[in-house]
């Protein structure tokens, strides 16, 4: 049973930061595409970041120089490092494989960016 699950999300002023966890099950985490993904009030889910299996890595222009995507084989986890953030930022963010698996959309954790 494939599962992801998100953590460490949060009410964090303009300019501040975020580090986002995410817990995936061994078996796929190590052979797959991975990616962080974000679905703000009105809008449709985005693709934010991607970590190929090889550990080249793809960031949204809107988040490029700002956020780090990175992953752990060991813990068997992936992060998201969110500097600089903005208001903009504001959503609820996932992992997912990618391209993303409908089946396996966790909870996702909720980031908001205000003052």
């Known amino acids: 049973q494939v599962q992801f699950v998100e953590s460490g999300g949060g009410l964090v002023q303009p300019g501040g930061s975020l580090r986002l966890s995410c817990a995936a099950s061994?078996?796929?985490?190590?052979?797959?595409?991975m990616g962080w993904y974000r679905q703000a009030p009105g809008k449709q889910r985005e693709l934010v970041a991607r970590i190929f299996s090889g550990g080249s890595t793809y960031y949204a222009d809107s988040v490029k120089g700002r956020f780090t995507i990175s992953r752990d084989m060991n813990k068997n986890t992936l992060y998201l490092q969110m500097n600089s953030l903005k208001p903009e930022d504001t959503a609820v963010y996932y992992c997912?494989?990618?391209?993303?698996?409908?089946?396996?959309w966790g909870q996702g954790t909720q980031v908001t960016v205000s003052s």
């Open positions: 061994a078996t796929i985490f190590g052979f797959n595409n």
């Open positions: 997912n494989m990618w391209p993303s698996d409908t089946r396996y």
